[in-house]
């Protein structure tokens, strides 16, 4: 049975499109922008639902993996396994390249649901492209072995 992927797929473009509408207000920034602290603050608010985005995408995209495992290796093979042992079997079926940079997605998850400082933020905001590149990667390799 193939595995509905419309959920990561809507995820991941909904993440693409909060992170170009932010990229764009930063590549405005100084040409005719006076209120610095509107600015400012509607910074802030775009960029917290940039990492919202981010962390719905980041759910699904573990859960996609967890999914495809279960229907295409064992129903039973993801369960009760870390986030690290989910993401080593990912890479061992080709659903993801680096189990490292999966980790490192995974802390900044944790980081937003954690604490929120703007330095947290800013950093886990600055995570989020990488992340959106394998989460991209990611719902390419189901695609194709979504049979």
Known sequence: ???DLENLQNAIGSLEQALAVYQALDDREGE??????LE???RRVLQSG???HFEFTYELSWLSIKRWLELNVNPNSADGVTRRELFRLGAENRLIDD????MDHHLARNDTSHTYRKTTADAV???IPAFLQDARCLLHALEARND
């Open 32 to 37: 005719h922008l006076t209120t610095g602290d």
């Open 50 to 52: 940039v990492i919202k």
């Open 125 to 127: 905001f600055a995570a």
């Open 1 to 3: 049975m193939p595995l």
């Open 40 to 42: 400012e603050a509607f």
């Open 99 to 102: 189990v490292d940079r999966w």
